[in-house]
């Protein structure tokens, strides 16, 4: 069936056939996108940070070890959204979604059983071609194509599901692997993705608004705002880019190049966070409880700058946003004290989550919903590169110098730097002024 064919009404998800006509159907689709990021992302994006410590403790690996199947773990994961892209802007993302979701489920089940290195390195490469496949590219493709207008609140409700699968899984998966090891840890959290991921996407998801015979947003041509400076154009959104007309911009070069960079330092801090507040807490439950924080300010954070970011310049939103981040990271190191770190840890928290939804603010903005799993691909592999860099960088650099003081202040370098090229992410293509 072609992805925007209307789907007869006994094809309909469950959901889809009892919501009334006369609610817009894409508040139903940012919900459940965001119950299934709950445990996809929660598990394959915050639990990491909760099996680094045991993956060492448990086979004697060193922290370089692991986290270069971490590394690799982000690499595969941005080829695969690489790859998927163009296919999900062709297909739809329910097949995809589907794949991923399984094999993200099973792969974690099986993390609890690994006895060699190489098994290592082997079930991490799987959970990421399903978490490649199931989420980022294929998620944020279905919001962009419900929602113009109201693009950064949907993407608030959908991705909080991200942030608190991190305020769940920190301190859930931490007690786990005190009452049994990642005998215990990995296959609870594998089941949970199989038991409500999966159903919630056959209950629930439709890939395109007209396939429901929708619009984006709900809205009928003379219901398009109007009140705005500047406006979002329909005719600029639908207009299809193809790969190499998106690399020969500025903007996208701009948004690729700062976002990499910050997810360098953002994810090597996440996925070593709970190491490192574990020797200055002297505990590894308040270091669990740090990262919990994180996420949770990441969900309090968005949904502010969800309900305002449609409105605003997102460059310089993003910008700002960039610069705490790296100020936090120069701090932490340097401050003493439960209160002062938890605090950093929190304002850490408020440019996650943030900071991915910008990511897609912008590319949506600038490329429009036909073409966002293309474009959005190739900049999500470069930032999954980053994030695979981020915790071998910071790894390393721990072993070498015996701290995280060096590792820490050169992540920072590099998002203060970013904060600056992602200014050049102009939307001129797609925006006109409204008279």
């Not at 089940?109 to 980022?136: C, D, H, R």
């Not at 041509?221 to 329909?234: C, E, G």
């Not at 840890?345 to 900071?355: H, P, Q, S």
């Amino acid at each position: 069936m072609n992805s925007v064919e209307q789907l007869r009404t006994d094809k309909l998800p469950i959901l889809a056939r009892v919501v009334p006509r006369t609610f817009f159907y894409g508040w139903v689709i940012a919900i459940a996108i965001g119950v299934q990021m709950i445990f996809v992302q929660g598990i394959g994006y915050y639990a990491l940070s909760v099996f680094l410590g045991p993956l060492q403790d448990e086979h004697n690996w060193s922290n370089a070890f692991v986290s270069g199947a971490i590394g690799m773990y982000f690499v595969v994961t941005g080829i695969t959204a690489g790859i998927v892209g163009p296919f999900v802007d062709r297909q739809g993302s329910i097949k995809f979604m589907a794949i991923g979701f399984t094999l993200v489920g099973l792969s974690t089940i099986t993390i609890g059983f690994i006895k060699e290195p190489w098994q290592l390195y082997a079930v991490f490469l799987i959970l990421a071609v399903g978490l490649g496949m199931s989420a980022n590219v294929a998620t944020n493709a279905i919001i962009t194509r419900w929602f113009v207008y109201k693009r950064a609140r949907a993407i608030t409700i959908s991705s909080t599901g991200i942030s608190l699968g991190g305020v769940l899984f920190a301190p859930f998966g931490a007690w786990l692997v005190t009452q049994g090891g990642l005998q215990l840890a990995a296959p609870v959290m594998g089941v949970l993705v199989l038991l409500i991921a999966l159903p919630v996407l056959w209950f629930a998801i439709i890939f395109d608004p007209r396939q429901l015979g929708a619009t984006p947003d709900g809205l009928d041509a003379d219901q398009i705002p109007t009140s705005r400076n500047v406006q979002l154009d329909f005719e600029a959104q639908n207009r299809i880019w193809t790969r190499t007309e998106a690399l020969r911009t500025f903007s996208f070069w701009a948004i690729l190049i700062s976002f990499t960079l910050v997810l360098i330092s953002q994810t090597g801090f996440v996925i070593h966070e709970v190491v490192f507040l574990e020797d200055r807490f002297e505990s590894k439950t308040m270091a669990a409880v740090a990262l919990s924080l994180t996420a949770f300010a990441s969900i309090v954070a968005r949904l502010f700058v969800g309900m305002i970011a449609d409105s605003m310049d997102k460059r310089l939103l993003t910008s700002a946003l960039f610069i705490l981040q790296a100020s936090v990271l120069l701090l932490i190191t340097r401050v003493d004290g439960t209160v002062s770190i938890y605090l950093l840890t929190f304002l850490f928290g408020c440019t996650i989550g943030n900071i991915y939804m910008m990511q897609t603010l912008l590319v949506g903005e600038i490329f429009g919903m036909l073409s966002f799993g293309s474009v959005f691909g190739i900049i999500a592999m470069s930032g999954q590169i980053g994030s695979a860099m981020g915790p071998l960088i910071i790894g390393f650099l721990e072993e070498y110098t015996g701290g995280y003081d060096l590792p820490l202040t050169c992540v920072a370098i590099t998002t203060y730097l970013a904060a600056f090229v992602v200014l050049v992410a102009r939307p001129t293509v797609i925006i006109h002024q409204v008279s």
